[in-house]
């Protein structure tokens, strides 16, 4: 008894009182929760950076990324056999289709693979699977407690915020990163919760590993030439996102023609990068380091070897994930984004040389913020991120600019982002409140109309105007009365010119006049694909069947009662 | 709306044995059988508040070629039409489909993760489990080898799920137009107490129509009575709903059950919801 009042506190006395408290307790609980497991990833890629930093240095070294992606993706696939893939598209798949429910395995197991792919020089980011991590860990403790999907969904919210701002030190980035890419709806009752979960994600994180912001703070003082130079850094970045998300999805595909097994794709993918690497040892692992010189002003390489080090990281980046490896796209853009600020910055000092340009550590944070914006389409992650993990505000108007910009013309040339791409083009990137979702929460099972008259083929015009004096409808569908199975339909509208000629009543059967041609529904079709196929053929109705055998009829006029009863439903919350 | 019964089809003569006890079922009941044929070593299943993944013995995949035709001649071979095949049109991941859940029953081996071979008597899979934990349908796990069952016998046990349990008996024994006999445990709930349990929930018209027999059986040797139940029965229990931990530490009744029977069994699981 204690044991079921304890798994169900929305019965608690304190909590009836108002769901949100329920929401902000739990909230905490997860952040906390997801927070730990941030610094549990931060403290083993420190600790395998320290172990592989003396192999590095060897001729061989080069296969060690090799190693590495292959034992993640034998983790992932032997151990908990979870598919590969970098998360944040599960778990945005799992809020849109199945209400933020998640497996209790991916809130360790992203954390291992990933930190065996970075930890061994891959080019990838901790934060996507600290990202998938907190997320379960929200989905269950939700699931646990026996919490309603509204409830769950808002937990997903508070476990990835509560990870995002443990990982950067970035409290706000967190909750933005959680409404505009996870949730997808910026409505009170899941803000709340989701900025408690990230102040205490946040605040584990601060408390194990010191406040600290991941770049050193510099002054930077803007200037008007550097306004109007963001506007190219932007076009630039913008470019640069296109490019890189196309390298991604290409890389993705040559990667599953390849006639190898799993695991070995993601070591050929990792030795690929421990050459690229060889040449250019800035591009391997989350790259952290590298930004931060550059963000001083402490990065000496010239132009041209900035252009090679943009490609060589996109090139690291596209076989680490696309072949395999366990990480995010997050740090790979950071990276990318400050080698492409710095070498615009490089371009336009060479080219006016005598205006007063601002350090070129700014362009680097502007570059970092327009590749995010870009990539992710988000651009208040953007903004909020390079601020934060930054620790200044000097630079907000370009950076401002700069993500409005580079989302704007990325969403020009890829309708969708990096994470959504996938969802979208299998139609499964349904955001609250939308058609799509109301739709979807909707199934065909529950529109069925059963109180229809069925007829058999053997019966004569003179049965069916018994039939119609009874009925409300002017169609009824013609059964085979031994299987059920549906045979045609008759359509009032078709029949009445023989109606009114009694001689045909006892001379003409039901099946001379049926329509034989009738396009029909199953019980588990998508509603947004029937709405579609009625709207190509103008139809108001249409029979629905299940291994042939008919089950009743589903109408426009029903599907939209059902429709304004579950819109109420997912707005009055 | 018609019942369905879900079965993931293993293409083995071992899968060939639990799937002639589903079209037995079906054909019995009238149940439309859907049948799902794996393309993947795994699948998810979307529960109410659980996602349970299922990670299949590499046996199901084998000779997919033949399969479709292999099922379909099971069902053929019982006079029935060839069962509805379901393909995943929803995947979480690109190897892991999502198969639906809102089906009235379901069959599940007695492991479906563990080779056949290696599944001995008393051992339910963890994920059979899980399952049974969170689905609103009972689970059919057919006994080792085809054999038609001609009553239902109820194990009307503990009170939690003494009534599920019943009420399902009771609609199949309607369905399938075969006796349905009661076995209760004596314990510190008597007969009398079960009487009473079944007026308050309004069955008592129920037991009077649909139960032919009542057995109770002592608690001391439970298993060895367990011999008064017949052979050629369909076992309907319900499943108290204990995690692995809680059943390897105190048992199982569903295992020990499991253990003394060789009949099918229909468990009924907490999240049952009779229509």
Avoid at chain 1, 294 to 301: I, N, Q, T
Avoid at chain 1, 436 to 443: E, H, K, P, Q, T
Avoid at chain 2, 140 to 165: E, Q, W
């Amino acid at each position: 008894m204690v044991w079921k009042i304890w798994r169900h506190p929305s019965d608690w006395l304190w909590f009836r009182f108002d769901d949100r408290l329920l929401l902000i307790t739990f909230g905490a609980i997860v952040g906390i929760f997801s927070g730990l497991a941030a610094v549990a990833l931060n403290r083993s890629l420190l600790a395998m950076a320290e172990m592989f930093a003396q192999v590095r240095i060897s001729w061989w070294a080069f296969i060690v990324p090799g190693i590495g992606a292959a034992l993640s993706s034998l983790f992932l696939e032997r151990v908990v056999r979870e598919g590969a893939g970098h998360g944040v598209p599960e778990v945005v798949y799992s809020v849109s289709r199945h209400g933020g429910l998640l497996r209790l395995r991916s809130a360790f197991s992203r954390l291992i693979s990933s930190s065996l792919t970075i930890g061994s020089g891959g080019s990838a980011g901790p934060e996507a699977p600290v990202v998938m991590s907190g997320a379960a860990i929200g989905s269950n403790v939700a699931r646990f407690f026996s919490l309603n999907e509204r409830q769950r969904i808002a937990m997903v919210g508070c476990g990835t915020a509560g990870a995002l701002s443990a990982i950067f030190n970035a409290p706000i980035s967190g909750l933005v990163f959680t409404i505009e890419i996870i949730v997808g709806e910026w409505s009170a009752a899941n803000i709340v919760p989701i900025a408690v979960a990230s102040v205490a994600g946040a605040q584990v994180s601060r408390l194990l590993q010191g406040n600290q912001i991941a770049f050193t703070h510099l002054k930077f003082d803007v200037g008007m030439p550097a306004i109007f130079a963001a506007i190219g850094l932007a076009v630039i970045t913008a470019a640069v996102s296109i490019l890189l998300t196309r390298f991604l999805i290409t890389s993705h595909r040559v990667a599953h023609r390849a006639p190898l097994p799993v695991w070995a794709r993601a070591a050929v993918g990792g030795c690929m990068v421990g050459l690229v690497g060889y040449l250019f040892p800035q591009v391997l692992g989350e790259g952290y380091h590298t930004i931060q010189n550059m963000v001083e002003g402490a990065f000496p390489e010239g132009l041209w070897l900035m252009a090679m080090l943009v490609l060589a990281k996109m090139v690291a980046t596209s076989f680490t994930l696309g072949w395999g490896g366990s990480g995010g796209i997050f740090a790979p853009c950071l990276v990318i984004g400050s080698f492409t600020g710095l070498m615009y910055h490089r371009f336009i000092v060479a080219i006016w040389p005598n205006l007063d340009w601002v350090g070129e550590g700014c362009f680097a944070l502007l570059g970092m913020a327009g590749l995010i914006s870009g990539i992710l389409q988000a651009p208040m992650t953007g903004i909020f991120l390079i601020v934060e993990i930054t620790g200044g505000y000097e630079t907000i108007l370009p950076l401002i600019l700069v993500s409005a910009i580079s989302t704007t013309v990325c969403h020009m040339f890829e309708p969708a982002s990096y994470y959504f791409r996938e969802l979208v083009e299998k139609g499964q990137y349904l955001r609250p409140r939308t058609d799509a979702r109301v739709l979807a929460d909707i199934s065909i099972g529950e529109l069925v109309e059963r109180d229809c008259t069925t007829v058999t083929p053997s019966m004569r015009l003179g049965d069916i105007v018994a039939v119609i004096q009874k009925s409300h409808r002017n169609f009824f569908p013609v059964i085979d009365p031994a299987s059920g199975r549906l045979l045609g339909m008759i359509h009032l509208d078709d029949i009445r010119p023989y109606l009114f000629d009694p001689l045909l009543y006892e001379t003409v059967f039901l099946e001379q006049v049926m329509e034989t041609d009738v396009e029909t529904v199953e019980v588990d079709d998508e509603l947004s694909e029937v709405l579609d196929r009625m709207d190509a053929n103008r139809l108001f109705s249409m029979p629905v069947v299940s291994s042939n055998r008919f089950v009743g009829m589903i109408s426009k006029a029903t599907l939209l009662d059902k429709y304004r009863n579950e819109l109420m439903l997912q707005t009055t919350h | 709306m018609e019942m369905q019964m879900l079965h993931v089809f293993r293409n083995t003569p071992h899968g060939r044995e639990t799937l002639l006890q589903t079209a037995y079922f079906c054909k019995s009941a009238g149940i439309s059988p859907v049948v799902y044929i794996p393309g993947h070593l795994k699948f998810l299943m979307y529960f109410d508040n659980d996602v349970v993944q299922v990670d299949l013995n590499p046996s199901y995949l084998r000779s997919p070629a033949t399969a479709r035709d292999h099922a379909a001649d099971v069902f053929a071979d019982l006079g029935l039409p060839p069962p509805k095949f379901i393909v995943p049109k929803h995947f979480t991941a690109s190897a892991l489909p999502d198969i639906p859940v809102d089906f009235d029953f379901m069959t599940c081996p007695h492991s479906i993760s563990d080779l056949s071979a290696r599944i001995g008597p008393g051992y339910v899979g963890p994920r059979v489990r899980r399952i049974l934990q969170s689905a609103r349908f009972p689970v059919l796990i057919p006994s080792a080898v085809y054999k038609p069952f001609n009553r239902i016998a109820v194990l009307f046990g503990d009170p939690a799920n003494a009534v599920r349990a019943f009420r399902l008996g009771v609609r199949l024994g309607r369905l399938m137009e075969m006796p349905v006999t009661l076995f209760t445990r004596e314990n510190r709930h008597g007969k009398t107490d079960y009487e009473g349990l079944l007026a308050k929930k309004g069955l008592s018209v129920d037991l009077e129509q649909s139960v032919t027999e009542w057995h109770v059986l002592p608690d001391h040797d439970f298993e060895d009575n367990l011999y008064r139940v017949p052979h050629d029965a369909l076992v309907v229990l319900g499943a108290a709903g204990h995690g692995l931990i809680r059943s390897l530490l105190f048992g199982s009744i569903m295992e020990k059950i499991q253990t003394v029977l060789p009949n099918s069994l229909l468990i009924v699981g907490q999240n049952y919801r009779s229509v």
